[in-house]
């Protein structure tokens, strides 16, 4: 009910996996191993669309909405999370933060490179003393006739370190002040500006995880998203429909999990007869296949409800929530019917159960998204 051009869907589907096959899959386990951060496989995402999708042709994009976001984040996370979380990561929050609220002179400079993968983009918000407390960044931006001066630093930041741009949150009134924190685009190789080591990460380790630094970090006024003091409110827009990014990250680690799962039941004999033909092992699939449907679902519905321009804090949250506590009991159940080869890395499952819990933390915690759906519910009460 949430596809209306079914055939394109199919198109865009077929597209994303076969990319993810031929570019991504053949590489996966030497990237988790090594750590790499592969640079210029975002690149070549850009020539087939999928670092703008929601970004409108006119700018370079692909001009598409979110069910097909959720479908290419799908297929890409299918087969490996850390992709799909830096797809996400630019897509959601860099990109759209520029496409939802820059001035015409920003979007025409930023998002053509964006979106055709030229450029990569970071997003900055979380601080190691404020995570899921957004209101209280330390992060300062201090006027100095048409300048800002920036000074602070943000924590666990996608692409910290290989972005060419980013957009950061920094506050610039009083501490926990919602109309004191703006936002800023802060490019590549501005004086004062930095990046740390890349983190030692359980999982997501080809997704490029650091710090950003800034020491008297000079940012002119023309830089500045939208009008000083909005950058509170703009976050929480974004991460509304950031929620539907990790859902949809979730949802295609999930899959993977379940499907690698499926087939080895099928494959797997024990006491002459497939695992699959145990009702302890059949029965495990059945409620991951019934998760991932209802996972994907609400997804669906968020995204569906995002491209018409509904109010999505509730239903995002609910989303997000479900979809990402789905990826981790789906990916524990998977390396539970693997057994012992299940621990081991010359199969998928442990993978996706490392790069799963993740998505439980990142763009707020699963107790984060509870308090969001609670206060949603109090409402219609």
């Given at each position: 009910?949430f596809?209306?051009?079914?055939q ?6 077929q597209?994303?996996r076969?990319?993810?096959e ?5 590489y ?10 592969p640079?210029?496989?975002f690149?070549?995402l ?6 703008g999708?929601?970004?409108p042709e006119?700018?370079?994009g692909?001009?598409f909405?979110?069910?097909?976001y959720i479908t290419?984040l799908d297929?890409?996370?299918?087969v490996?999370?850390?992709i799909?979380?830096?797809v ?5 929050l860099c ?5 939802s609220?820059?001035n015409?002179s920003q979007?025409q400079?930023?998002?053509p490179?964006?979106a055709?993968g030229e450029w990569?983009g970071a997003?900055g918000?979380t601080?190691?003393g404020?995570g899921?407390d ?5 992060t300062?931006a201090v006027?100095d006739?048409?300048y800002?001066v920036l000074n ?12 060419d741009v980013?957009v ?6 009083e501490?926990g002040?919602?109309?004191g924190?703006?936002a800023?685009?802060v490019?590549k190789?501005?004086?004062?500006f930095?990046?740390?080591k ?6 997501m380790?080809?997704?490029?995880t650091a710090c950003l630094f ?6 002119h006024?023309?830089?500045?998203v939208?009008e000083?003091?909005q950058g509170f409110v703009q976050?929480?827009k974004l991460?509304d429909?950031?929620?539907i990014?990790?859902a949809?990250l979730?949802?295609?680690i999930a ?6 799962a499926?087939?080895y039941?099928?494959e797997?004999e ?5 695992i699959f ?11 991951m296949?019934?998760e991932?449907q209802?996972?994907?679902?609400l997804t ?9 321009g509904?109010r999505?804090?509730?239903i995002g949250a609910?989303?997000k929530?479900?979809a ?5 009991s789906?990916?524990n ?5 693997f057994g012992g080869?299940?621990?081991?890395k010359?199969y ?12 439980t933390?990142?763009e707020?915690t699963s ?5 969001v ?7 219609d009460?």
């Amino acid at each position: 009910m949430f596809i209306e051009n079914e055939q394109q869907m199919m198109m865009i589907r077929q597209s994303a996996r076969d990319f993810a096959e031929t570019h991504i899959r053949p590489y996966i386990m030497e990237w988790d191993e090594a750590q790499t951060f592969p640079a210029p496989l975002f690149k070549k995402l850009g020539e087939h669309g999928f670092m703008g999708i929601i970004v409108p042709e006119a700018y370079g994009g692909s001009g598409f909405g979110y069910q097909e976001y959720i479908t290419v984040l799908d297929e890409i996370s299918k087969v490996c999370g850390s992709i799909g979380l830096s797809v996400a990561a630019h897509n959601s929050l860099c990109t759209n933060h520029i496409l939802s609220f820059a001035n015409e002179s920003q979007k025409q400079k930023y998002l053509p490179k964006l979106a055709t993968g030229e450029w990569l983009g970071a997003w900055g918000l979380t601080e190691t003393g404020s995570g899921s407390d957004a209101g209280g960044l330390a992060t300062v931006a201090v006027r100095d006739g048409d300048y800002f001066v920036l000074n602070g630093s943000k924590n666990f930041i996608t692409h910290a370190i290989s972005s060419d741009v980013a957009v950061v949150l920094a506050r610039t009134g009083e501490k926990g002040d919602k109309k004191g924190v703006t936002a800023f685009i802060v490019e590549k190789g501005t004086e004062g500006f930095s990046a740390g080591k890349k983190e030692n990460k359980l999982g997501m380790r080809a997704s490029e995880t650091a710090c950003l630094f800034f020491d008297n970090c000079r940012i002119h006024q023309d830089q500045m998203v939208g009008e000083e003091g909005q950058g509170f409110v703009q976050a929480l827009k974004l991460l509304d429909g950031g929620r539907i990014s990790i859902a949809a990250l979730s949802l295609g680690i999930a899959r993977g999990a379940y499907e690698c799962a499926l087939k080895y039941a099928n494959e797997r004999e024990q006491f002459k007869q497939k695992i699959f033909e145990f009702q302890a092992v059949g029965f495990k699939l059945a409620e991951m296949a019934t998760e991932i449907q209802a996972a994907e679902l609400l997804t669906r519905q968020a995204g569906y409800m995002k491209d018409r321009g509904e109010r999505i804090s509730k239903i995002g949250a609910m989303a997000k929530l479900y979809a990402s506590e789905t990826a981790v009991s789906v990916s524990n159940e998977s390396v539970q019917i693997f057994g012992g080869y299940g621990f081991t890395k010359d199969y998928p499952a442990e993978k996706f159960f490392r790069d799963a819990k993740l998505c439980t933390i990142g763009e707020g915690t699963s107790s984060i998204q509870k308090m969001v759906i609670s206060r949603e519910i109090q409402k219609d009460a």
